[in-house]
């Protein structure tokens, strides 16, 4: 494993990288193919380009996963929801449809 102990250009660090044992190569390549494709999807999420769903699948991981990147980086999820009188509307429109639906079942 390398250990770097000051900043590093990508000049300098591409020798080390090809110095590094074939198989450790790759699992940088995938780490950081992974980690780009996580930062590309987290952006798209924030501009609210995609839905917090579409973003996991196009980071490649799962939806809690996704959410578990968003909190590790201080991203808040923003739900949106109706207020409290639009979601009692909702709700007493709801009951009504359920009661005039048993009333006709009943008969």
Known sequence: MIQISEPITLEKLLPLIHKLPKVERDQLRKSLE??????????????????????????????????EALAARGIWKIVEVDSAEESKARISHIKRLHKSKDKTEGQ
Do not use: M, N
């Open 34 to 67: 992974a980690e780009s494709q996580l930062d590309a999807a987290i952006l798209l999420y924030q501009e609210g380009e995609v839905t917090l769903g579409r973003a996991a699948e196009l980071a490649g991981i799962h939806r809690f996963e996704f959410e």
